[in-house]
Structure formats: C-alpha cells, structure tokens
C-alpha cells in the first residue's frame, strides 16, 4: 500500500511544469485580487500563528479564489520533521563539489520530495550567512564564503526546486553573519560591500526566478532588516527588480506599519513563540483603515503572493499537505553522489590513498559509529554525539538512515579479509589495541555548530573556536604515536585549524569529510578505496591560525570592516600564507592545462540596460569567453574543477583576484577537454558608489585559470578601453 501511494506522490511531484513567466503570473493575480475580500487579503499576507497549523509556516485559504492553506516548511536540507524523507547533503558540502548538475539535480530532487508532503514554500536555500566569521554557526547552510560560488549554486538550487512546481526561498536576507545576539545586532555595512559580497548571490537568486525571500532578524545600519525600506523596497525590489515577496524570518517583525510600508509582504509565523507579539492581521487591516498604509501596499503584498503561486502552477493539481508522506524515491543517489564528490582530500603523503587491501585497519574516535542513542536522539540534531553528518537547528532534518564510516569500512574490508580495530572512543587511552598491528590508523574528528537556540557543549550556535572537538588534537597526537600511518578523517562545518595534527610526521593523509549527511561511511569508502577519485574543492579558506581571518565573533555591532576582504581576499590583500587555500583539493591522478585563449569585446563604463530580473539586463549579457584544455596526465580516472579568477584594473581599488568562472570536467586517464568560461558584463563590473551603478572600468584584467585560488596554470589578460 505504501509503495502505490508514494509512487501516486512521486508522480504529480516530478511534473516539470512550463514556468509562466511573471508577466502571465500578474494577470492571473490581477484577476484574482478582484474577488478577494478585505479579510482575504489580510489573511493572505498572514501567517496564522506559531503551532497553529501542519507546518511550519501557514496562512488561511482564500475560497473565493481556490487558494488553498498555503504551508511553508523548513528546510535547506530536507523535509524538516518529514519521517520518510532523505537528508540531503547540507549546502556547504554540496558547494564543495563545485558541481552545477548534482547541485541542480540535489534541488530538483528536494522539490519533488516537498512537493510529494504538499509543501508549497520550501524555506531555503541559503546564501545568508555567506560566511565572512568562520565561527559562524549557520555557515554550513550556505554554499561557501565567497558570492560568486554561492550565486552560482543559489541559482542552479532554485531552478531545480522550481522546476517541479515548489516555491524556493532565497534567505537570510542579508548580513545576518552569526548568531550571537542575531535579533538585536546592527549589522552596519557600506554600500560597495553590500553589492559585490552580501547582495551578489541574491541576485542570482532573483534572476533565477526565486518565487520568495526571506528578510533576517539583525539591523541593517540602524534599522530592523525587515522593516528596512532601503533593503526590501530600494536593493532587492527596485534595483535588482524582484517581483516575488518578502516574508520575515520567523518572528523578526517589529512593528506593523513601519514593516509594511518599507516592502514586507507576509509576516511569519503570524505571532511570536508563545502566540503574542501579533504586529498584522487585524492590526494591519486597522492601519490601512486609517491610512497609515496605503489600500495599494496591502494589494501589492497579496498580488505578489499570488502571483508567485501561479508562476509555478500551483494552482493546478497539488498534493494535500501530509509531512509524514514517504517521499524518499531513489532520490539517495544523489545524496551518496555528493557527500562523495565533496570530500577534499588535503594531505596525501606516500600515497597511503586508495588503500591497498590492508591486513589490518585501526578505526579511532566516537566519530566512527553513529550516535549510540540513536542517529535522530537530539532535537533538530542538536549535539555532536557519534558521527556527524549536518550541523543544528532548523536548517537540520531527521536522517531516514545513517551510513557510519565504521559499518560502512568494515563492510568493504570484509571483500579483502581486513581485520577491523575499533576504538569508539575519544579517550587517549582507548586506541592501543584498536591500533596495534595496523597496516594504517584511520582518526575520526568533528566540529560542529548550528542555530542560536541549542547550545552544544557550550557552544551557542557560532563555534567558541576552530580547534577539532573531543580533544581531537590529541586523540590524533595518541594515535600517531603508535601507528607510522595515520589517516584524519575531518567531519566538520567549517574551517579547523590542523597544525597540530600536520605536526605529526606520522599522519600521513587528511580527508575533509565535510558534511556527508545520511551516506557518510558509504561516501568515504567511495574515496577511502578508489572507488572515486577525490573531486572536491575547498569553498572556504582553512587558516594557519584562527587570528589569520582577520575576523571573529562580534559581541556588539558588526562594523563588517574588513569591507569586501572575505576569506582568501582577505589572505591574499595581506600575504598571509593559508595552510589550505580556498578551491584546494588533492587528487589521485594529476591534472595539467594549456592552451589559454581569450575572446573579448567588453567596453568600460557604467550598465545601461533596462533593470529585469537581477538586475540591469546588460549585466547579464556575455562580454568575453575564457577557453583552456585541461588534460588527466595521471593514470586513474578523475575529475578536475577548473577554476577562473579575475584581477581587475587598479582604478577599480579591489581584491587582487576572484572567483568568476568555474568547471568540473571528468576525464579518463589521458584525455582532454576544452572548458569555456563565460563572463558576463557584471563579472568585470564593480559597484561606483558615486554612480550608483555597476561599472566596467578601463584597464587591463588579470586572468587567472587554475586549480585553486592560489595553484593557477595558465594566465591571460583583456583590456578594457
């Protein structure tokens, strides 16, 4: 019974509708506005109240127009409280991929599980925080800390969420970096930096087509972000012409009129946590009554909601909403593909990687088995207990299965009679026997953060700092001192500082595992044995030492003074040498490039184009094409990520090179390929704070096509006149 009706959910989720576009969208939400009531709209614009309803989110339905109860549900990762529902790689491993089409796909496969439980608002994906504080609790939502990656993987998410009849929800909107003090901290920002970093990914967001936004809980330069008329209505409306809606964060409203008449468009839940704090529903409609807001703004709010459900045809045929429906298809593929094509391989000394049927495997750390209370024990995932898979918090989901690397090694080593030692244990002590006799040591360390509402081990949401957990340092020193090779396995949100663990000369490979979700250990072993050559790349950039970011957790207002140095800008503005640079990752076979060329007609000056979704149009137009072949010199099958750095004119007063263009290219072992890199107009633009406008300056541009941001092969330059 169960497979009929999942195959009966699985069906109407996977129809790919043909998008209407907005303009088709309006006239159906023009029409329908004509026969809403006064309280239809108010109701429309309102979320009926926290735990009022079947999800997260709700409103009330609109009979008069067929709207139905419209529900919104967390989250980035998966169905939140779904019970037959695959967790999905967390976004930042799927950035480390650096893969467009299982980013994509990873999308597509989520919306047709919400789709399939009758979600119609899909609360993600996210690309705020971007992740400028490495401590930042929620970074592991987003896809890495630089805005062209995370704009990338932000528009290949929605269209697949999207294509499939789910609205997706470009959030936290904007500037909201940590979660200390999130609901009352001015994040004050100038305006260049809100363009190039903050605003950038949003606007892929919006040029994607994103049915919704959600604005954050901070200040943005005195003013609450969700009733910030500059932010809502001037940058996301205006200029980069969003024509979906603006809901809050979950009670991040602050007041009623104010709110409404700087561009908020619905209000969630509809109250605070316990039921108060209630600033529309009749409040609102008592404000447009007196004229504090306009009739015209409400019937903006509620022409904007709707227009929104019918751009993905969500007034056809719609599941009922049911969070319980099992969903999970075969859709597992895609998550054991990027768990696995996100691990980065950091240190490969001796080519101890593949393993070559050992005789014996030494297995270390609590983070080698699941939570012996059970892999879903802690609310919302929040506690680091057994082997990790996702960070805390609301942007976490429940596991349908978990994959620990332990069963999943022992499992592979039974096809080569290894013998398996296990110590499941952090304690020093613990790994003699697990050990002794081991061709290899394999050491199991984590670090973990998440969301401002779940303190773990003392750590409330932002991580207290970059060292492993557990005493991950020596549980490493422990091991190394009696095996001559060790291998670090590193599950973990974000950077870690690793130069006590390098200091061993016993360790001799480390494997940042990231954040593999419900196929961690199947995962590893893909790469673990070679399977799969390692493929992933660095989203972010792991230090030296903690004080090398320039950045740290801010305990009054966030002044963000390191401007548009975030991460390896910053490194590279300052000569400071990473112990692993941003886009790094180490493969089994090598990879060699040649053959530059450049084709290029930009000319300088500031974007003249009609603003369209994003932005002004010609910003989005190609100006000049990047081509390299890129050639696997080694002998095994493997997959490179090419990646594009531009260093622009001196004029443009910018970091000496980032991220515009990026490649995967699997390739067998001699083969070649040519990648082209498109860049667009706003690719050579920079943000002319006195013309208000994106501006190609005259100069010559460095390019720069390599392996990470600090390996490049080949070079090249335009000139802009």
């Not at 409609?285 to 009739?295: K, L, T």
């Not at 590193?490 to 200091?503: C, M, Q, R, S, T």
Request: aromatic share 8%; glycine share 10%; charged share 20%.
């Amino acid at each position: 019974m169960r497979s009929s009706v999942f195959a009966t959910l699985l069906s109407a989720a996977s129809t790919t509708y043909a998008e209407l576009d907005w303009v088709a969208a309006f006239e159906k939400s023009d029409a329908a506005l004509a026969k809403l009531s006064q309280d239809d709209k108010i109701n429309i614009v309102t979320g009926v109240g926290w735990d009022k309803g079947p999800c997260v989110g709700n409103t009330a339905a609109a009979s008069s127009v067929d709207y139905p109860q419209l529900c919104l549900q967390d989250g980035p990762l998966g169905v939140r409280f779904g019970t037959n529902a695959n967790a999905f790689v967390p976004g930042i491993h799927a950035a480390s991929t650096w893969d467009r089409a299982q980013l994509r796909e990873r999308g597509q496969f989520m919306g047709e599980e919400f789709k399939g439980c009758g979600i119609h608002v899909l609360l993600g994906p996210v690309s705020g925080p971007l992740g400028k504080i490495p401590h930042g609790g929620r970074n592991w939502e987003g896809f890495g800390a630089d805005p062209y990656l995370q704009g990338i993987a932000m528009a290949e998410t929605i269209e697949g969420i999207q294509s499939v009849g789910v609205q997706a929800n470009a959030k936290h909107y904007i500037l909201n970096e940590q979660e200390l003090n999130r609901e009352t901290i001015d994040s004050v920002v100038d305006d260049r930096t809100m363009h190039e970093i903050y605003l950038w990914p949003f606007a892929d967001s919006v040029h994607a087509n994103v049915a919704s936004v959600m604005c954050s809980y901070n200040k943005i330069n005195g003013t609450w972000t969700c009733e910030n008329d500059k932010v809502m209505n001037g940058l996301l409306k205006e200029e980069l012409g969003f024509q979906g809606y603006v809901m809050t964060d979950w009670n991040a409203q602050h007041s009623t009129t104010p709110a409404a008449n700087a561009g908020l468009d619905m209000t969630m839940p509809g109250s605070d946590f316990n039921g108060d704090s209630v600033y529309w529903g009749s409040k609102l409609s008592q404000a447009v009554s007196s004229g504090e807001v306009e009739q015209s703004r409400l019937d903006d709010m509620a022409r904007r909601i709707l227009a929104a459900w019918y751009l993905l045809g969500q007034d056809t045929t719609y599941p009922s909403i049911n969070i319980d429906a099992n969903v999970l298809g075969d859709h597992k593929t895609n998550v054991r593909a990027m768990a696995r094509d996100g691990i980065v391989l950091l240190k490969n000394d001796d080519n101890i990687l593949p393993l070559k049927a050992p005789a014996k495997l030494g297995l270390v750390g609590s983070a080698a088995v699941v939570n012996p209370q059970g892999m879903n024990a802690c609310t919302d995932q929040g506690c680091n207990t057994g082997a990790l898979g996702m960070g805390w918090g609301s942007g976490a989901t429940t596991y349908p299965y978990f994959s620990a690397p332990a069963d999943a090694i022992k499992a592979r080593a039974e096809t080569d009679s290894t013998e398996i030692g296990l110590s499941a244990s952090d304690s020093t002590g613990s790994v003699g026997s697990a050990v002794s006799g081991a061709d290899a040591a394999i050491v199991f360390v984590t670090s973990d953060s998440g969301e401002g509402y779940i303190t773990v081990e003392n750590n409330l949401g932002d991580r207290n700092d970059l060292d492993p957990w557990h005493n991950g340092n020596e549980l490493v020193q422990a091991v190394a001192s009696a095996s001559d090779n060790v291998i670090v396995v590193v599950n973990a949100v974000g950077p870690v500082i690793l130069e006590k663990i390098l200091a061993e000369p016993n360790v001799k490979a480390i494997v940042w595992a990231g954040l593999p979700s419900q196929e961690n250990g199947n995962a590893l072993v893909d790469i673990l044995y070679g399977e799969t050559s390692p493929s992933g790349k660095l989203p972010y950039t792991i230090a030296k030492a903690e004080e090398d970011y320039g950045v740290k957790i801010n305990t009054g207002s966030d002044n963000f003074k390191e401007g548009l140095l975030v991460d390896y800008r910053y490194f590279d503005s300052n000569d400071i040498e990473p112990r692993y640079e941003f886009g790094f990752g180490l493969s089994y076979t090598n990879f060699t490039y040649s053959n530059i060329f450049v084709d290029n007609q930009p000319t300088s000056g500031p974007a003249t184009g009609d603003v369209i979704a994003g932005g002004r149009a010609d910003l989005w137009e190609p100006v000049a094409t990047v081509t390299v072949t890129v050639t696997n010199s080694g002998e095994v099958p493997g997959a490179e990520v090419a990646q594009l750095y531009v260093g622009y004119p001196e004029e443009a007063a910018a970091p000496p090179k980032q991220l515009r263009g990026f490649d995967k290219l699997p390739l067998d072992p001699g083969a070649s390929a040519n990648v082209s890199f498109v860049l667009l107009r706003r690719d050579l633009s920079f943000w002319d704070t006195t013309l208000q406008n994106w501006v190609v300056p005259a100069g010559t541009f460095d390019i720069s096509v390599g392996a990470s941001s600090r390996d490049i092969r080949q070079t090249g330059t335009i000139v802009v006149v």
